[in-house]
């Protein structure tokens, strides 16, 4: 390096150290490693890359000038939901998931990382508490990617190629499903609703057929509708000899009913509620809960953290902790193991963990309690502002539609922000039958203030009724 | 000068931690969610009762109830139970880069600038972020020398899942999507580069190497036909050895209508230095997680940046971030894209932190940690090769290793039957974290892979070498002392380990255990 000094990353960096290495090496500089590489393979030129910021100091500042042109949900009211929500976030999980030990772990086995089995198998065995499941893989990169895994293990468990899919279910998770069953396993949609938003069984009954691995809903519904059908679902597809995949929100399940309670065979979600700041979408990590059967545990193509003796070791009373049935895993393998496994979403796995325990079967209750009774206040309000519309006007649990007559989501979405508001997400795109509409989202951390100032937003915003 | 230290009185924590449902007391709890205010609770307490009884939780739930300082304690002890790089000599875990993960990071992600985002507001309120992913983008456009880049896959192995998606999007944009069926990769690529493609539907043919270690090039020639989708190699390989062939393979599958993938998870001895452009790869990708300074988080979040040529591009997963000169945008307009990889951006936290780490390094900084990755790791060899009984994969073949190096046990096996499972346990007790031996199957006999890349000091790889000569050294006196280890981790050696791979003892949540082993 032209500067003399060590790069603080780069111990070795040091011109003596760095001089000793290649002298004990007899060599001249690292060209004499390089040599192995054709000169008609090497780069030579510089790399265009901007001129570094070595003071740490200075490059707080340079990042942190960055993130300023961002507007964030601290300091504006922010209502969007749909796949990551705006939670409290407890300070312990904050805690425990910069702890540099599982921060920055990777594939130690038990015998290195004992504590990170652990707590992987007891978030494993949390996740299944809540969603009335008796087995659970380590994280998936996201809710989409817990969809896609399971569609291709019930397909490998029936032996039968095609999925069905609710159409009410969220559009970046039925994208992601239709890449990963490429190119073997169908996709198609179950109609719904319109009116009540609820999966219509008629359409079910008429599509589900031999051919019928799997049938995936979600509820809440990405639109916000708790389908009430829910096991009659499930028991419609089994009657066909299909398996039920089931999405849920996990901060849903201390009010409502465990899938497993009715009949699901896989329950798919997302951890990012349980102990996760939104992060641009980067707080996502998928579950996939399914029944202590061979006939599915032998489908996953994630690692498994399982407990395997009362006594794990040579010594009285330890817990063991290992993989179980490794030889599944494309790791052990290659091309014959299922799918393939590789670095997912461990530590918001570990930290949904804290997040579980700190709740404890009273926090999910109070928790969903007190978004409902949020959303039912939202909705009440929201009904009554003209131009403003509920198209499904059922209880919700957090993310609900709200139309727009007379003005586009996008105008009014612009016009909050000047108000402090982050409006909903514009979903006119992806469900044209509810015109104009956004999908908005109230959780715990809203209060009475800060739903009101949507409320007052909006009637300051929408034309008056007459106008409309 | 600093000094090598030998840690023979090293003790991992070991805190006998009950599992948490054992600290369990019913009433007890560690956070009071916030209410609804009184006004909305009190005109809507009814609310459940609007609900059919149906969807009602009904059935009992069976988490713990601890109280704050409890579950902080447990976790804790939890994570002193776990070896992070941050904390220990992990040049253990070769292929994987193990390189420091910067403090300054962690403090930059915990931004509400950052942490309180939404990914879907409007972009006009997320420039800033909109900005980085640009920028990051354009910088690994300059470490490979590709065209476009995606950072929305959330790993290695998910960046080569959507590489094999775009294999086939391409070949089947051009009416050969049926007769092209096969994709060849080499034994010492990672598993994902077979298991990638299979699962993307892919016949897989392996490619085994020369006596070199190279892989074989004829048998790659033989194996490519009408048939073959593409190649999917790591270079380096595994094993450490850059394959000085990777053009010439290149125009093999490119002469029978085949493209080809450049697994680059081992590319942190090679910024700046040789680029997949160069040798005419159709797509490349990195771990940023590895390469990039971020951590490993016991196995993610992670980014797998696919880097591509411009004719690829279209296939790319939406949306594609762009800069119009003034203002970042997504582009989701892009017909023939195969659609969402991974839900939003991908895993934001990881390109943010990667974007920080590289501005702190710059073109020369990276070309720096290549150098001294490569000089490390040939330093370590040299006095890895004074230990007696150790081996290394095709020693002795002329060609001077790049970054990594698998080392091997087999010779010692052959003499006291302590093997590479052994000899991990018992560096454990040296406070050296579980090294990465290989993956299946062990081609090389007894294998361990090590990869002392530059954030490690000469001190790091000398106290590395003495803990390995140390466990050769009491195998070849106590062969029993190694094979019974650990004694000084958070564990002893394990028994009844059958019962992982056994339907009835098995259990992946604790209710099946209790079960299973009729425990309270």
């Known amino acids: 390096m032209t500067k003399k000094f060590a790069h603080p990353y780069i111990p070795n960096s040091q011109p003596a150290i760095k001089a000793a290495l290649l002298k004990a090496l007899d060599m001249k500089s690292a060209e004499d490693i390089y040599k192995e590489i054709p000169e008609h393979l090497r780069y030579r030129k510089k790399m265009n890359i901007p001129e570094p910021i070595q003071s740490e100091y200075l490059l707080l500042r340079h990042v942190e000038g960055i993130l300023q042109k961002n507007k964030n949900a601290k300091n504006l009211v922010c209502f969007l939901g749909g796949g990551t929500w705006q939670h409290y976030v407890p300070a312990v999980c904050d805690t425990i998931m910069e702890r540099d030990e599982f921060l920055t772990a990777y594939v130690g086995e038990a015998y290195s990382d004992h504590g990170k089995f652990q707590a992987l198998f007891e978030t494993g065995s949390m996740i299944c508490d809540l969603t009335g499941m008796d087995a659970c893989n380590t994280p998936v990169y996201d809710w989409g990617n817990a969809v896609a895994i399971a569609s291709r293990m019930a397909s490998r468990t029936t032996g039968r190629k095609e999925i069905l899919i609710a159409s009410n279910a969220g559009p970046e998770r039925v994208s992601i499903v239709k890449n990963y069953v490429k190119p073997d396993i169908a996709v198609n949609f179950i109609n719904y609703d319109k009116g009540t938003g609820l999966l219509d069984l008629t359409d079910l009954k008429a599509k589900l057929s031999k051919n019928t691995a799997a049938v995936y809903f979600e509820t809440p519904s990405y639109i916000g509708v708790i389908e009430t059908q829910a096991a009659k679902i499930c028991k419609l597809a089994k009657a066909k000899g299909a398996l039920s995949i089931v999405g849920v929100d996990p901060s849903s399940l201390g009010v409502f009913e465990a899938p497993g309670a009715y009949g699901a065979d896989y329950v798919v979600g997302n951890y990012q509620p349980l102990g996760q700041h939104m992060q641009f979408g980067g707080g996502c990590g998928g579950f996939i809960c399914t029944h202590d059967d061979k006939k599915f545990i032998a489908e996953y193509p994630s690692l498994l953290f399982g407990m395997y003796a009362v006594d794990g070791t040579e010594e009285d009373g330890e817990l063991g902790f290992g993989e179980v049935f490794y030889e599944r895993t494309s790791y052990a393998s290659r091309e014959k193991g299922k799918d393939f496994v590789g670095t997912s979403a461990a530590l918001i796995g570990i930290t949904a963990g804290v997040y579980m325990a700190l709740m404890g079967p009273q926090g999910f209750k109070e928790l969903g309690t007190g978004i409902l009774q949020r959303v039912a206040y939202t909705k009440d309000r929201l009904a009554q502002i003209p131009g403003v519309s509920l198209p499904i006007d059922s209880v919700g649990f957090s993310d609900f539609l709200v139309s727009f007559k007379g003005k586009s989501v996008a105008e009014v979405n612009k016009a909050l922000l000047a108000f402090g508001v982050i409006g ?30 949507l409320i007052d937003a909006l009637t300051a915003i929408m034309p008056t009724a007459d106008a409309v | 000068m600093a000094k090598t230290k030998v840690r023979k009185n090293f003790h991992q924590a070991r805190w006998d931690e009950p599992i948490i449902y054992d600290l369990s007391t019913p009433g007890l709890r560690g956070i009071i969610p916030p209410e609804a205010d009184a006004e909305i609770s009190a005109a809507y307490s009814g609310v459940m009762s609007k609900l059919p009884a149906e969807v009602k939780r009904k059935s009992s739930i069976d988490l713990p109830e601890v109280d704050q300082k409890h579950v902080l304690q447990h976790w804790l002890h939890l994570s002193q139970e776990t070896m992070g790089s941050n904390i220990s000599n992990d040049i253990s875990e070769g292929t994987c880069t193990m390189k420091y993960n910067p403090r300054v990071n962690e403090t930059i992600i915990a931004d509400p600038g950052f942490a309180e985002l939404h990914p879907d507001q409007d972009p006009d309120t997320v420039q800033g972020m909109l900005e980085i992913f640009y920028k990051f983008e354009n910088m690994l ?20 899942y959507t590489a094999a998606s775009i294999v086939r999007a391409y070949h089947a944009a051009r009416g050969e999507a049926e007769q092209r069926d096969t994709v060849i990769t080499t034994i ?42 593409a190649i999917f190699m790591t270079n380096p390989e595994d094993i450490g050895i850059y394959n000085p062939y990777a053009d010439q393979i290149v125009d093999i599958i490119h002469g029978v ?99 920080a780490w ?15 990755s490569v000089i490390n790791n040939n330093y370590m060899q040299k006095l890895m090769a004074e230990i007696p009984k150790m081996d290394e994969a095709f020693k002795g073949n002329g060609i001077v290793r790049q970054e990594q190096i698998r080392y091997s046990f087999g010779k010692l096996t052959e003499k006291t039957g302590v093997g590479s499972d052994d000899a991990n346990r018992r560096m454990l007790d040296y406070g050296i974290p579980w090294f990465w031996s290989s993956h299946h199957p062990w081609v090389i006999p007894e294998p361990m892979t090590l990869e002392p890349c530059e954030t490690y000091t000469k001190e790091d790889i000398e106290e590395y070498v003495e803990v390995v000569k140390a466990v050769v050294g009491e195998a070849l006196k106590d062969p029993d002392l190694v094979k019974n280890a650990p004694y000084n981790s958070a564990i002893h050696k394990r028994k009844n380990e059958q019962n992982l791979d056994d339907p009835k003892k098995w259990a992946l949540t604790w209710k099946v255990f209790k079960k299973k082993f009729k425990v309270d």
């Open chain 1, 424 to 453: 909903g997400k514009d979903v006119s795109g992806d469900f044209p039958e509810f015109g104009q509409s956004a999908l908005y989202s109230v959780t715990e951390v809203h209060t009475k203030e800060d739903l009101d100032k």
């Open chain 2, 141 to 160: 456009k300059e470490v490979s020398g590709m065209d476009y880049v995606s950072l929305q896959p959330g790993g290695g192995n998910h960046a080569v």
């Open chain 2, 188 to 229: 010492f690529s990672h598993p994902c580069d077979a298991a990638a493609p299979a699962t993307a539907g892919y016949k897989i043919v392996t490619v085994y190497p020369d006596e070199r270690g190279v892989p074989d090039i004829e048998a790659i020639r033989a194996a490519a036909d009408e048939h073959t989708a």
């Open chain 2, 257 to 355: 209508g085949g493209l080809c993938f450049y697994d680059q998870a081992n590319a942190n001895a090679f910024l700046g230095v040789a680029r997949a452009r160069e040798a005419g790869f159709d797509m490349c990708h990195f771990n940023v997680h590895k390469t990039f300074g971020t951590p490993h988080g016991s196995s993610g979040p992670a980014t797998g940046a696919l880097c591509v040529r411009d004719y690829l591009a279209k296939y790319l997963p939406v949306p594609v971030t762009q800069f119009d000169g003034q203002k970042y945008w997504l582009d989701y307009d892009r017909p023939e894209s195969l659609g969402k990889i991974r839900e939003y951006l991908g895993v934001a936290s990881v390109v943010l932190k990667a974007y």
């Open chain 2, 358 to 372: 590289t501005m702190m390094m710059g073109d020369e900084g990276l070309r720096e940690c290549a150098e001294i």
